[in-house]
Protein backbone atom coordinates (compact mmCIF):
# COMPACT_ATOMS: atom_id res chain seq x y z
CA UNK A 1 0.00 0.00 0.00
CA UNK A 2 1.68 3.35 -0.88
CA UNK A 3 1.82 5.66 2.40
CA UNK A 4 -0.53 8.59 2.20
CA UNK A 5 -2.10 11.27 4.70
CA UNK A 6 -5.31 12.52 5.28
CA UNK A 7 -6.28 15.59 6.66
CA UNK A 8 -9.65 15.55 8.36
CA UNK A 9 -12.22 17.57 10.37
CA UNK A 10 -14.86 15.59 12.46
CA UNK A 11 -17.14 15.55 15.29
CA UNK A 12 -19.09 18.90 13.75
CA UNK A 13 -16.00 20.44 12.57
CA UNK A 14 -14.68 20.71 16.56
CA UNK A 15 -11.49 18.39 16.12
CA UNK A 16 -8.94 17.98 13.28
CA UNK A 17 -7.25 14.63 12.75
CA UNK A 18 -4.41 13.69 10.95
CA UNK A 19 -3.79 9.50 9.70
CA UNK A 20 -1.12 8.25 7.74
CA UNK A 21 0.44 5.18 7.01
CA UNK A 22 4.34 5.01 6.14
CA UNK A 23 5.44 1.71 6.07
CA UNK A 24 7.03 2.42 2.89
CA UNK A 25 8.66 5.76 4.01
CA UNK A 26 10.24 3.59 7.38
CA UNK A 27 11.28 0.74 5.57
CA UNK A 28 13.35 3.09 2.79
CA UNK A 29 15.21 5.23 6.03
CA UNK A 30 16.54 2.12 7.90
CA UNK A 31 17.65 0.54 4.15
CA UNK A 32 19.30 3.96 4.28
CA UNK A 33 20.26 4.40 7.77
CA UNK A 34 21.06 0.97 8.45
CA UNK A 35 18.70 0.60 11.69
CA UNK A 36 18.36 -1.83 14.10
CA UNK A 37 14.85 -2.82 15.50
CA UNK A 38 14.58 -0.66 18.51
CA UNK A 39 16.37 2.76 16.12
CA UNK A 40 13.79 1.92 13.01
CA UNK A 41 11.20 1.71 16.06
CA UNK A 42 12.26 4.88 17.62
CA UNK A 43 13.19 6.85 14.57
CA UNK A 44 10.11 5.55 12.43
CA UNK A 45 7.68 7.02 14.93
CA UNK A 46 9.62 10.06 14.67
CA UNK A 47 9.98 10.57 10.73
CA UNK A 48 5.67 9.57 10.78
CA UNK A 49 4.73 12.35 13.12
CA UNK A 50 6.91 14.88 10.89
CA UNK A 51 5.58 14.10 8.28
CA UNK A 52 1.87 14.96 8.97
CA UNK A 53 3.23 17.92 10.66
CA UNK A 54 4.52 19.21 8.04
CA UNK A 55 1.42 18.79 6.00
CA UNK A 56 0.17 21.45 8.35
CA UNK A 57 2.40 24.42 6.93
CA UNK A 58 2.21 26.02 3.38
CA UNK A 59 4.50 26.48 0.56
CA UNK A 60 7.83 27.79 0.93
CA UNK A 61 7.53 26.38 4.86
CA UNK A 62 9.56 23.58 6.31
CA UNK A 63 10.16 22.44 10.04
CA UNK A 64 13.09 21.31 11.72
CA UNK A 65 12.50 18.63 14.39
CA UNK A 66 14.82 17.30 16.64
CA UNK A 67 15.11 14.67 19.97
CA UNK A 68 18.24 14.56 21.84
CA UNK A 69 17.92 12.02 24.91
CA UNK A 70 20.22 10.69 26.73
CA UNK A 71 19.59 6.97 25.63
CA UNK A 72 22.16 5.20 23.50
CA UNK A 73 20.13 6.36 20.13
CA UNK A 74 21.71 10.07 21.27
CA UNK A 75 19.92 12.77 18.64
CA UNK A 76 17.41 12.51 15.65
CA UNK A 77 16.60 15.29 13.40
CA UNK A 78 14.41 15.07 10.31
CA UNK A 79 13.07 18.25 8.39
CA UNK A 80 9.64 17.78 6.62
CA UNK A 81 7.85 20.07 4.42
CA UNK A 82 4.28 20.47 2.91
CA UNK A 83 4.73 17.95 0.42
CA UNK A 84 4.67 15.20 2.98
CA UNK A 85 8.30 14.90 2.47
CA UNK A 86 10.57 13.97 5.47
CA UNK A 87 14.26 13.29 5.67
CA UNK A 88 16.58 12.92 8.25
CA UNK A 89 19.38 11.43 10.46
CA UNK A 90 20.16 9.47 13.81
CA UNK A 91 23.19 9.67 15.65
CA UNK A 92 23.27 5.78 16.54
CA UNK A 93 21.47 3.55 14.37
CA UNK A 94 22.54 -0.02 15.60
CA UNK A 95 20.47 0.08 18.71
CA UNK A 96 18.31 -2.74 20.00
CA UNK A 97 16.72 -2.94 23.02
CA UNK A 98 13.44 -4.73 24.19
CA UNK A 99 11.75 -4.91 27.18
CA UNK A 100 13.28 -7.83 29.85
CA UNK A 101 9.89 -8.32 31.88
CA UNK A 102 6.69 -7.08 32.55
CA UNK A 103 3.23 -7.30 29.98
CA UNK A 104 5.81 -5.67 27.60
CA UNK A 105 8.26 -8.43 27.62
CA UNK A 106 9.72 -8.98 24.36
CA UNK A 107 9.08 -5.83 22.61
CA UNK A 108 10.83 -3.14 21.83
CA UNK A 109 11.51 -0.57 24.51
CA UNK A 110 11.69 2.62 22.44
CA UNK A 111 11.58 4.79 26.06
CA UNK A 112 14.54 3.20 27.08
CA UNK A 113 16.53 3.73 23.86
CA UNK A 114 15.79 7.42 23.02
CA UNK A 115 15.64 7.81 27.02
CA UNK A 116 15.79 12.37 28.92
CA UNK A 117 15.92 14.93 27.21
CA UNK A 118 14.07 17.65 24.92
CA UNK A 119 12.38 18.01 21.99
CA UNK A 120 13.10 21.16 19.57
CA UNK A 121 10.94 22.13 16.37
CA UNK A 122 12.52 25.12 14.56
CA UNK A 123 9.58 26.39 12.15
CA UNK A 124 11.22 28.38 8.91
CA UNK A 125 7.95 30.25 7.52
CA UNK A 126 9.98 32.33 4.88
CA UNK A 127 10.53 35.10 7.06
CA UNK A 128 14.22 36.59 8.16
CA UNK A 129 14.10 34.89 11.46
CA UNK A 130 13.34 31.02 12.75
CA UNK A 131 10.80 29.99 14.95
CA UNK A 132 12.19 27.08 17.71
CA UNK A 133 10.37 25.71 20.47
CA UNK A 134 10.92 22.96 22.61
CA UNK A 135 9.10 21.01 25.67
CA UNK A 136 10.79 17.61 27.33
CA UNK A 137 10.59 14.48 26.63
CA UNK A 138 7.35 12.48 28.61
CA UNK A 139 8.71 8.95 28.27
CA UNK A 140 10.63 8.63 25.28
CA UNK A 141 8.01 6.99 23.09
CA UNK A 142 7.49 9.83 20.61
CA UNK A 143 3.89 9.59 20.87
CA UNK A 144 3.68 10.79 24.52
CA UNK A 145 6.39 13.45 23.86
CA UNK A 146 4.42 14.94 20.89
CA UNK A 147 1.17 15.17 22.69
CA UNK A 148 3.25 16.72 25.19
CA UNK A 149 4.61 19.14 23.46
CA UNK A 150 1.22 20.19 21.34
CA UNK A 151 -0.17 20.99 25.05
CA UNK A 152 2.70 23.57 26.05
CA UNK A 153 4.30 24.46 23.29
CA UNK A 154 1.44 25.19 20.91
CA UNK A 155 -1.30 25.36 23.35
CA UNK A 156 -3.27 22.99 21.24
CA UNK A 157 -4.78 20.13 23.27
CA UNK A 158 -3.75 16.97 20.85
CA UNK A 159 -3.70 13.38 21.01
CA UNK A 160 -0.29 11.51 18.90
CA UNK A 161 -0.79 7.93 18.50
CA UNK A 162 2.27 6.22 16.69
CA UNK A 163 3.68 2.88 15.93
CA UNK A 164 6.27 0.83 13.94
CA UNK A 165 5.98 -2.76 13.60
CA UNK A 166 9.84 -4.80 12.83
CA UNK A 167 9.22 -8.64 11.32
CA UNK A 168 12.14 -10.86 13.16
CA UNK A 169 14.60 -10.28 9.69
CA UNK A 170 14.33 -6.44 10.88
CA UNK A 171 12.83 -5.09 7.85
CA UNK A 172 9.39 -2.26 8.64
CA UNK A 173 6.30 -4.41 8.48
CA UNK A 174 3.54 -1.72 9.05
CA UNK A 175 4.00 1.94 10.53
CA UNK A 176 1.58 4.55 10.78
CA UNK A 177 0.21 7.35 12.82
CA UNK A 178 -2.38 9.90 14.17
CA UNK A 179 -2.57 13.28 15.02
CA UNK A 180 -6.06 14.36 16.62
CA UNK A 181 -6.58 17.65 18.34
CA UNK A 182 -9.26 19.73 19.61
CA UNK A 183 -10.64 22.89 18.57
CA UNK A 184 -11.68 25.36 20.76
CA UNK A 185 -15.48 24.84 20.45
CA UNK A 186 -15.15 20.94 20.85
CA UNK A 187 -17.81 19.89 23.79
CA UNK A 188 -17.27 18.39 27.17
CA UNK A 189 -18.75 15.58 25.83
CA UNK A 190 -16.61 15.04 22.87
CA UNK A 191 -13.52 15.17 24.43
CA UNK A 192 -14.56 12.42 26.92
CA UNK A 193 -16.08 10.20 23.95
CA UNK A 194 -12.63 10.31 22.37
CA UNK A 195 -10.50 10.24 25.34
CA UNK A 196 -12.26 6.72 25.82
CA UNK A 197 -12.07 5.81 22.71
CA UNK A 198 -8.21 6.48 22.50
CA UNK A 199 -7.51 4.23 25.36
CA UNK A 200 -9.27 1.33 23.97
CA UNK A 201 -7.92 1.87 19.75
CA UNK A 202 -5.35 -0.90 19.27
CA UNK A 203 -2.04 0.17 18.02
CA UNK A 204 -1.13 2.29 15.14
CA UNK A 205 1.25 -0.75 13.52
CA UNK A 206 -1.36 -3.43 14.32
CA UNK A 207 -3.93 -1.33 12.73
CA UNK A 208 -1.62 -1.12 9.58
CA UNK A 209 -0.69 -4.43 9.45
CA UNK A 210 -4.21 -5.71 9.88
CA UNK A 211 -4.71 -4.18 6.74
CA UNK A 212 -6.73 -1.59 7.72
CA UNK A 213 -6.22 1.93 5.79
CA UNK A 214 -6.10 5.20 6.92
CA UNK A 215 -9.55 6.10 5.99
CA UNK A 216 -10.73 3.19 8.00
CA UNK A 217 -8.76 4.51 11.05
CA UNK A 218 -10.08 7.85 10.61
CA UNK A 219 -13.63 6.14 10.49
CA UNK A 220 -12.80 4.91 13.93
CA UNK A 221 -11.65 7.76 15.36
CA UNK A 222 -14.36 9.58 14.00
CA UNK A 223 -17.02 7.67 15.01
CA UNK A 224 -18.38 8.03 11.66
CA UNK A 225 -18.31 12.33 11.67
CA UNK A 226 -15.31 12.14 9.50
CA UNK A 227 -14.66 15.08 6.87
CA UNK A 228 -12.07 14.39 4.75
CA UNK A 229 -10.52 17.99 3.49
CA UNK A 230 -7.39 16.50 1.69
CA UNK A 231 -5.08 12.94 0.62
CA UNK A 232 -1.64 13.80 0.13
CA UNK A 233 1.21 10.99 -0.26
CA UNK A 234 4.24 11.19 2.39
CA UNK A 235 8.07 10.49 1.23
CA UNK A 236 11.51 9.69 2.57
CA UNK A 237 13.05 12.54 0.18
CA UNK A 238 16.25 14.02 -0.18
CA UNK A 239 16.91 16.76 -2.92
CA UNK A 240 20.95 16.96 -2.04
CA UNK A 241 23.07 17.69 -5.31
CA UNK A 242 26.48 18.21 -5.79
CA UNK A 243 25.87 22.06 -6.79
CA UNK A 244 24.69 22.37 -2.25
CA UNK A 245 28.16 20.38 -1.56
CA UNK A 246 30.00 23.33 -3.80
CA UNK A 247 28.78 25.82 -1.90
CA UNK A 248 29.70 24.39 0.78
CA UNK A 249 32.80 23.26 0.31
CA UNK A 250 33.21 26.99 -0.89
CA UNK A 251 32.44 28.58 2.80
CA UNK A 252 35.75 26.11 4.03
CA UNK A 253 38.37 28.69 5.18
CA UNK A 254 41.11 29.17 2.80
CA UNK A 255 43.67 26.30 4.79
CA UNK A 256 41.29 23.76 4.79
CA UNK A 257 40.45 24.27 1.00
CA UNK A 258 44.21 24.40 0.39
CA UNK A 259 45.04 20.73 2.45
CA UNK A 260 42.01 19.29 0.34
CA UNK A 261 43.68 20.51 -3.11
CA UNK A 262 47.71 19.87 -2.80
CA UNK A 263 47.45 17.26 -0.07
CA UNK A 264 44.83 15.15 -0.92
CA UNK A 265 43.80 16.22 -4.22
CA UNK A 266 40.02 15.48 -4.07
CA UNK A 267 36.81 15.87 -1.40
CA UNK A 268 34.01 13.00 -0.38
CA UNK A 269 31.52 14.40 0.78
CA UNK A 270 28.40 12.06 1.98
CA UNK A 271 25.00 13.14 2.98
CA UNK A 272 23.60 12.74 5.96
CA UNK A 273 20.10 12.22 4.88
CA UNK A 274 20.61 9.84 2.36
CA UNK A 275 23.95 8.66 2.11
CA UNK A 276 24.70 9.64 -1.40
CA UNK A 277 28.11 10.29 -2.02
CA UNK A 278 29.87 13.33 -4.24
CA UNK A 279 33.12 13.28 -5.15
CA UNK A 280 35.11 16.30 -6.08
CA UNK A 281 38.18 16.50 -7.71
CA UNK A 282 41.65 18.60 -7.60
CA UNK A 283 40.43 20.23 -10.90
CA UNK A 284 36.75 20.93 -9.09
CA UNK A 285 38.02 22.27 -6.19
CA UNK A 286 40.81 24.39 -7.55
CA UNK A 287 37.23 25.63 -9.82
CA UNK A 288 35.34 26.41 -6.53
CA UNK A 289 38.45 27.93 -5.02
CA UNK A 290 38.96 31.20 -8.00
CA UNK A 291 35.25 30.95 -7.66
CA UNK A 292 35.21 32.50 -4.24
CA UNK A 293 37.89 34.66 -4.46
CA UNK A 294 36.04 36.33 -7.51
CA UNK A 295 32.25 36.41 -5.47
Same mark, same amino acid.
Given at each position: ?????????????????????????????????????????????????????????????????????????????????????????????????????????????????????????????????????? @?????????? =?? #? /????? *????? !????????????????????????????????????????????????????????????????? @?????????? =?? #? /????? *????? !??????????????????????????????????????????????????
Amino acid at each position: MKDYALIATAYQNTVRIYVASSTNLVEEARNIHDTWPTATAAFGRFLTVSAMMGLMFKEGERITLRIKGDGPIGAMLVEANHLGEVRGEIQNPQIYIKYDEGPKAGKLNVGAAVGQGFLHITKDLGMKDFFTSS @STLQTGEIGD =DF #T /YYFAT *SEQTP !SSVGVGVLVDVDQHCLASGGYILQLMPNVTEETINHIETLIQNIPPMSTLIHEGKSPEDILHVLA @SGTEHILKKH =DI #T /YACHC *SKDGF !SRSLSALDEETLHTLIHDDGFAEIECHFCRKKYLFDKHELEHIRIQRKKA
